[in-house]
T-cell receptor, first 117, second 113 residues
Framework: NAGVTQTPKFRILKIGQSMTLQCTQDMNHNYMYWYRQDPGMGLKLIYYSVGAGITDKGEVPNGYNVSRSTTEDFPLRLELAAPSQTSVYFC????????????????FGPGTRLTVT | AQSVTQLDSHVSVSEGTPVLLRCNYSSSYSPSLFWYVQHPNKGLQLLLKYTSAATLVKGINGFEAEFKKSETSFHLTKPSAHMSDAAEYFCVVSDGGNTPLVFGKGTRLSVIA
């Protein structure tokens, strides 16, 4: 049982390039999330999904896209990377059984450190 | 809308002494409150959560937190710090349902031998 896995661990992008951050969970969780963590700040929610085929915007969705074709996978797409997207990105999942996003324990992956120059 | 304020960006304690990490919240409803811990270069891990049951919540590794509605606080405590407690701690609030979690800016805990 690997939990939540993310690839890659590190990436350097040039301005204007695109990339996809991969996230997979093997806990059969319904809910999945993408956060970004900037230095000295708490996590900000980018997008989340409550099940396959269902996604919704979080607090900071601009410049990102997501899809959820399976329960296990929740990739995050960056189009036209900008320096403001330099951050550490965390994927998380929860089972949704305790009452939704607000009450569930979220399980986090180890993060992807992205630098855009 | 909900918000959370962690009153200290950095706390330093000696090994074996008590730990107090302070958190105040703002919420329009009966909130859910969490403490998460992040060790260096790792993802976050849940320490404990409050969801309108007992106001004193016990978590992992000897940590506990008390929900005080009158003071809108949810401070994290531990009687005796261990070197392995050195990490970043995040207080988190949610207004319920599918309202996304709101994270505080974090408190870095240092433990001195």
């Amino acid at each position: 049982n690997a939990g939540v896995t993310q690839t890659p661990k590190f990436r350097i992008l040039k301005i204007g390039q695109s990339m996809t951050l991969q996230c997979t969970q093997d806990m059969n969780h319904n809910y999945m999330y993408w956060y970004r963590q900037d230095p000295g700040m708490g996590l900000k929610l980018i997008y989340y999904s409550v099940g396959a085929g269902i996604t919704d915007k979080g607090e900071v969705p601009n410049g990102y896209n997501v899809s959820r074709s399976t329960t296990e996978d929740f990739p995050l797409r960056l189009e036209l990377a900008a320096p403001s997207q330099t951050s550490v990105y965390f994927c998380a999942s929860s089972d949704g059984l305790a009452g939704g996003v607000s009450a569930d324990e979220q399980y986090f992956g180890p993060g992807t450190r992205l630098t855009v120059t | 809308a909900q918000s959370v304020t962690q009153l200290d960006s950095h706390v330093s304690v000696s090994e074996g002494t008590p730990v107090l990490l302070r958190c105040n919240y703002s919420s329009s409803y009966s909130p859910s409150l969490f403490w998460y811990v992040q060790h260096p270069n790792k993802g976050l891990q849940l320490l404990l959560k409050y969801t309108s049951a007992a106001t004193l919540v016990k978590g992992i590794n000897g940590f506990e937190a008390e929900f005080k509605k009158s003071e809108t606080s949810f401070h994290l405590t531990k009687p005796s710090a261990h070197m392995s407690d050195a990490a970043e701690y995040f207080c988190v609030v949610s207004d319920g349902g599918n309202t996304p979690l709101v994270f505080g800016k974090g408190t870095r805990l240092s433990v001195i031998a």
